[in-house]
């Protein structure tokens, strides 16, 4: 593999055979060490700005989708095989909002127990994945969202998450969600976790961009 454009067309040629978005690291076991593989991406992105497709980074994993206004071109009547129910709509919400989480974490915030169905449901999606274990007695399993989530959801980083301010402004909380604001709007200190949990009924119903 030598020179830029070179790169540029396989990386190009890389993205577009892969199944799934491929990370930095996939795509130089597959172009090579030497490639520039950040300048071929930048390249490509910048190629298809404005055009039917473009290239998005979605948790340090890049893949081409739909330009989003064109998007309902591609839309598809599906029959949706599964539903989230309330708990795990509340409970992804919890996750992505104050992640890394324990089961006991998040029933603390929603006030109910979760069941173990529940994660069941959100880890077969995808969505959501154990991170590990929390150091304190009976070391219970954490819990964070994937890299998946945010492709779903056209999310750049958890950053994207909708504030709840925003939520407000858009109307997309009833009395019950702002009954939940006070729960679930604590700030870790990262900046990051001062939201509301019942926003995922808003992303639920946001088809993936990609899709």
Known sequence: MTGPDATVRA????????TEPQTLEQLRAQIGEEADIPGALERLVTDYTGRGVELVERGGRWHFQTAPDLAWLLRRETEQ???????????????????PVSRAEIEAIRGVQVSKGTLDVLMEEGWVAPTGRREVPGRPLIY???????????????????G????????????????????????????EDDRSSDESDSLLEKPGEGD
């Not at 779903?152 to 909708?162: A, E, N, Q, W, Y």
């Not at 858009?170 to 729960?183: F, K, R, S, Y």
């Open 164 to 191: 709840l301010e925003d939520l407000k402004a858009a109307g997309l909380l009833d009395p019950v969600d702002l009954a939940l604001e006070g729960a679930l709007a604590t700030d870790d200190g990262d900046g």
């Open 81 to 99: 095989t599964r539903k989230l129910s309330r708990a795990a709509t509340e409970t992804l919400a919890i996750i992505a909002y104050h992640e």
């Open 11 to 18: 990386v190009e040629a890389a993205l577009f055979a892969a």
């Open 144 to 162: 964070a969202t994937t890299p998946e989530f945010l492709t779903h959801f056209g999310l750049g980083s958890r950053r994207d998450l909708p």
